[in-house]
């Protein structure tokens, strides 16, 4: 489903990624892992078009996408989460999630002023499906609650829910279970097996190792910018160069 083929991004002459390349195939769940600082951010910004990569491609379903900018990114069907809460607090949390479906409630200011027949009937079908996809995240119960008096574990559950209501071909994830406690974060681990069961694409970007290790189809590891192994998670797991860039880092802190 995507591609990536010697992806590099520079800021200011200075490399934060390098010559990355790897893919990610469809109905599977990919884990891109890495140290701090490694780019995996960088890169997730790249796919989705908050940042232009320097040099290199990125094909998503054989069509070329670096560069774009993010709102075409989206209309392709890549949803994306964020590393931080990217919530509106005011708003309802039904309004939150329905703020994923932008893309597809229309864009005439003419059409939503006559409130015709068939906006009304739009506006219903997306209502619904926002609701469902909070039903899916045991959201239901706090649709009208202000999204900014909930508890952190379902703020995450939130914009999960955004991510996913567009019905997207791709969903790439940035750390949906940092800050979150072992109960919460197995209870995540558990959607995500049910998305990808459902058929979802997901590309996970994750520090909680025995979550990636529980769930990944495959493994991608980024170290200093660049892609140093791709895998199972029982190779990536033994590879040399993965331990090397985890065990080695801490030895020299210590």
């Known amino acids: 489903m995507l591609r990536l083929e010697g ?21 599977r769940l990919t884990a891109l892992i890495g140290p701090n600082g490694a780019g995996k951010s960088t890169l997730i910004n790249c796919m989705t078009g ?11 379903q054989g069509s ?14 890549i949803h994306r989460t964020f590393q931080n809460l990217r919530l509106f607090p005011r708003l309802s949390v039904l309004d939150n999630v329905l703020t994923g479906l932008t893309c597809e409630g229309g864009d005439s200011m003419f059409m939503a002023m006559l409130r015709l ?16 996809a909070m039903d899916a995240f045991g959201l239901s119960d706090k649709a009208q609650w202000p999204a900014g008096v909930l508890a952190y574990g379902d703020k995450k559950r939130v914009e999960l829910a955004r991510a996913i209501v567009g019905r997207p071909e791709l969903l790439l994830l940035d750390e949906p279970v940092a800050g979150l406690n072992a109960e919460e974060t197995a209870a995540v681990g558990d959607q995500l097996r049910n998305l990808r069961r459902a058929g979802h694409t997901i590309l996970l970007v994750e520090h909680d190792m025995e979550l990636v290790m529980n769930i990944a189809d495959q493994v991608v590891v980024l170290d200093s910018g ?6 199972t998670a029982d190779e990536v797991r033994r590879n040399p160069l993965v331990l090397e860039a985890y065990l080695g880092r801490m030895e020299a802190t210590a």
């Open 7 to 27: 992806v590099s991004k520079n800021f200011g002459g200075l490399p934060a990624l390098s010559e990355v390349s790897f893919a990610v195939p469809t109905g």
């Open 50 to 60: 908050v940042l232009p990569p320097t040099s290199g491609s990125i094909r998503f």
């Open 117 to 132: 027949p068939y906006l009304r009937h739009r506006e219903r079908q997306l209502r619904l499906r926002a609701l469902e």
């Open 64 to 77: 070329e996408i670096a560069g774009l900018p993010a709102h075409k990114v989206t209309r392709l069907g």
């Open 226 to 231: 660049k892609c140093i192994a791709t895998g």
